[in-house]
């Protein structure tokens, strides 16, 4: 069960709770997006059925288009996972979950955020730049196909998104 408001839409894009009904779309655009290291059905799975996350997915009528996660744990979360297909990239969607998973994280009493993102992923790293994240670590051929994947971390607390509605 989700503790923060769903993004407003964007246009005919609409955000949801996710759902088990979604999770094999949502498996089919994680192999299509992250072939070297995608989640298997069953982690997916496992994710929604546990206390400590949250998930959304984002539609635009039918189709999935994306889809985000965040694990809380007392003060700490961490981003599990966001996606957006590469079609709908640049429409706000994914700021929109980020912006979400920060609001989800507060309400669980989450007062940092941390995410792994890959080091060839430039439009990704920007996007958590502009959202306050910093760089910590990098931890080199974190990634199946071996690229070093980048620990970023934010502060819940004073980050905008986590400002009442």
């Given at each position: 069960?989700?503790?923060?408001?769903?993004?407003?839409?964007i246009?005919?894009?609409?955000?949801?709770?996710?759902?088990?009904?979604?999770l094999?779309?949502?498996?089919?655009?994680?192999?299509?997006?992250f072939?070297?290291?995608a989640w298997p059905?069953?982690?997916?799975?496992?994710?929604?059925?546990?206390p400590?996350?949250?998930?959304?997915?984002?539609?635009?009528?039918?189709?999935l288009?994306g889809?985000?996660?965040?694990?809380?744990?007392?003060?700490?979360?961490?981003?599990?996972?966001?996606?957006?297909?590469?079609?709908?990239?640049?429409?706000?969607?994914?700021?929109?979950?980020?912006?979400f998973?920060?609001?989800?994280a507060?309400?669980?009493?989450?007062?940092?955020i941390?995410?792994?993102v890959?080091a060839?992923n430039p439009?990704a790293?920007?996007l958590?730049?502009k959202?306050?994240?910093?760089h910590l670590?990098?931890r080199?051929?974190?990634y199946?196909?071996?690229?070093?994947a980048?620990?970023m971390?934010?502060?819940?607390?004073?980050h905008?998104?986590?400002?009442?509605?």
């Open positions: 069960m989700l503790n923060a408001k769903l993004p407003a839409d246009g005919t894009i609409t955000f949801t709770e996710m759902t088990l009904h979604h094999e779309a949502v498996h089919i655009l994680e192999t299509n997006l072939p070297a290291d059905l069953e982690m997916f799975l496992a994710e929604l059925q546990h400590t996350r949250g998930y959304i997915a984002a539609f635009d009528r039918d189709l288009v889809y985000a996660g965040v694990m809380s744990i007392a003060e700490t979360a961490d981003v599990q996972t966001i996606a957006v297909r590469p079609t709908y990239e640049g429409r706000g969607i994914g700021r929109a979950m980020l912006d998973l920060h609001r989800e507060a309400a669980r009493g989450a007062e940092t941390l995410l792994e890959r060839d439009r790293q920007d958590y730049t959202n306050g994240y910093a670590h990098t080199p051929g974190y199946n196909d071996g690229v070093d980048l620990i971390q934010a502060p819940l607390t004073a905008p998104t986590t400002e009442s509605e």
